[in-house]
């Protein structure tokens, strides 16, 4: 099975809840993706969107991870696995999107926006970023597109919305291989 096959059927396949939440990862993943295409971001940033969380999809039982006030990480388990597949440009913000949450947690007004999923996985994965690593995020090549997926993340966590299917994304999955 190709890799854009695998991944339309983990996302069909896929019922589990987003950790905490009320949607399940695949759903919360196209939505981040129409988010991003709404606001019309580049193509790059629209992939990088739609699989970002794909490392829960890795994870054997995230639910059970938080259980036990463990990170799983899935940001490097989605990086490692996408890389081999993806555009530097698509797994770059993938990467980051857990450091842009600490990063944009930092300011109070962004912190009151997080979901009690996003509040309780934010301590899991190192709380509040430092000034001095701040700093070094700021100089990532793909900071930008990193804060814009994570802002995308966090409001793409909306029940009842009508979302396009996984299919609908095969052309742009296609486009951004190596």
Do not use: W
């Amino acid at each position: 099975m190709n890799i854009i096959n695998k991944i339309i059927s983990n996302f069909i396949n896929n019922k589990s809840l987003y950790i905490g939440e009320k949607i399940t990862i695949s759903d919360h993943m196209i939505q981040s993706a129409m988010m991003a295409e709404r606001s019309k971001s580049k193509d790059n940033l629209v992939c990088a969107c739609l699989l970002h969380d794909y490392g829960h999809f890795i994870i054997e039982d995230p639910d059970e991870l938080v259980k036990k006030s463990k990170d799983g990480k899935h940001e490097d388990i989605g990086y490692e696995y996408l890389k081999r597949f993806f555009k530097k440009e698509v797994v770059e913000p993938i990467k980051n999107h857990v450091l842009a949450k600490r990063y944009l947690a930092r300011d109070k007004k962004y912190y009151n926006r997080l979901s009690e999923a996003s509040i309780t996985s934010l301590k899991l994965q190192g709380g509040l970023l430092n000034n001095k690593d701040a700093k070094l995020f700021e100089k990532e090549e793909f900071f930008k597109e990193s804060i814009k997926l994570r802002k995308f993340d966090e409001s793409a966590k909306k029940v009842g919305v009508k979302i396009k299917n996984i299919t609908d994304y095969k052309n742009l999955l296609k486009a951004f291989l190596i």
